[in-house]
């Protein structure tokens, strides 16, 4: 089973539509949640970091469940500079806290 | 501030051809690592350096060696290529992470990556 799970998509949605994605995680040790963008051909680069009480920011909304090892990213009225690549990120809890990436759900919001 | 820097950007190697991909950051970053891209796998930590003259292994080093003479400079070097390390490689620098307990906000500020192919 892979550390960090992701649907790989693609969702396709239409501009101003909400859209949800979830990741699961597998190692309870996971101490940190994060959610990174990656556009197509592009870097990665960090959307938001994810707390355990839930935050926002602006039209994206961050939640983590540790009872049942999930994070999920809530996208609010969608735009077409939206499309991307959303990767949720976990770092362990264990020696060197190394990051580990799930494979992306990839998002295509449409006219 | 040009952030992190990798060069080149593409590269075609035949197998069994050594070269270096550069990598450079000018945000006094202690921490760099090393990352490949492959589909359907995610990123997948190579190598990564908490400091100067400091370096350690991730994931999937097999085949690539890294040296940490400068706190800028992260160069890594495969040395015979092999057609399994076709791929996308991506430097990446943060403030130190992990070691030492410290707080910090887990962002790694990526270079632009470099496609490598490897016939």
């Known amino acids: 089973r892979k550390e960090v799970e992701q649907d790989p998509g693609p969702f396709n949605v239409p501009e101003g539509a909400t859209v949800a994605f979830n990741c699961t995680y597998s190692n309870s040790a996971s101490q940190s949640f994060f959610w990174y963008r990656q556009d197509c051909r592009k870097e990665p680069k960090l959307l938001m970091s994810v707390y355990s009480s839930g935050n926002e920011d602006g039209r994206f909304t961050a939640q983590l469940n540790r009872a049942s090892q999930y994070i999920s990213l809530l996208i609010r009225d969608s735009k077409l500079s939206d499309s991307a690549t959303y990767l949720c990120?976990?770092?362990?809890?264990?020696?060197?806290?190394?990051?580990?990436f799930g494979t992306g759900t990839r998002l295509l919001v449409s006219p | 501030n040009a952030g992190v820097t990798q060069t080149p950007k593409f590269q075609v190697l035949k197998t069994g051809q050594s070269m270096t991909l550069q990598c450079a950051q000018d945000m006094n970053h202690e921490y760099m690592s090393w990352y490949r891209q492959d589909p359907g796998m995610g990123l997948r930590l190579i190598h990564y350096?908490?400091?100067?003259?400091?370096?350690d292994q991730g994931e999937v080093p097999n085949g690539y060696n890294v040296s940490r003479s400068t706190t800028e400079d992260f160069p890594l070097r495969l040395l015979s290529a092999a057609p399994s390390q076709t791929s996308v490689y991506f430097c990446?620098?943060?403030?130190?992470?992990?070691?030492?307990?410290?707080?910090?906000?887990?962002?790694?500020?990526f270079g632009e990556g470099s496609r490598l192919t490897v016939l």
């Open positions: 990446a620098s943060s403030f130190r992470t992990g070691l030492g307990g410290s707080p910090n906000t887990g962002e790694l500020f």
């Open positions: 350096s908490v400091g100067a003259g400091i370096t």
């Open positions: 990120v976990v770092r362990m809890n264990t020696g060197f806290q190394k990051l580990v």
